[in-house]
């Protein structure tokens, strides 16, 4: 059964950092494409999808989908660990929301910023942004 377990969520200030880990149990995350998204408060009461932010391939490439993360946010991974790692820094209050980490099987190559491309997810972590 596979398991993946968000940490490292919190309340930070503005322009502060926060790294998350998501660790994982029954799977070898580095042989798949791990993404990371978000749901704003309120957003999964509006039905919308989880917004999809980062995603770093089987091959170690990352891709980056929100222009606003951009320099911000960066992905990375520990095989030894199994843990799949956002770091944060510069944190905004438009940051706050659920951070979710997911795992894409198929074309694992290949990411994707799309919900419905991924089969596992983890129970998410809370990040607030305020002063």
């Known amino acids: 059964q596979v398991q993946l377990v968000e940490s490292g969520g919190g309340v930070v200030q503005p322009g502060g950092s926060l790294k998350l880990s998501c660790a994982a149990a029954?799977?070898?995350?580095?042989?798949?494409?791990i993404g990371w998204f978000r749901q704003a408060p309120g957003k999964e009461r509006e039905g919308q999808e989880r917004?999809?932010?980062?995603?770093?391939?089987?091959?170690?490439?990352?891709?980056y989908y929100v222009p606003s993360v951009k320099g911000r946010f960066t992905i990375s991974r520990d095989n030894n660990k199994n843990t799949v790692y956002l770091q944060m820094n510069d944190l905004k209050p438009e940051d706050t929301a659920a951070y979710y980490c997911a795992v894409k099987y198929l074309s694992a190559s290949i990411c994707s910023r799309l919900e419905k491309r991924y089969e596992d997810w983890g129970q998410g972590t809370q990040v607030t942004v305020s002063s």
């Open positions: 029954g799977v070898s995350l580095g042989q798949y494409a």
């Open positions: 917004e999809g932010l980062v995603c770093i391939s089987n091959r170690d490439d990352g891709y």
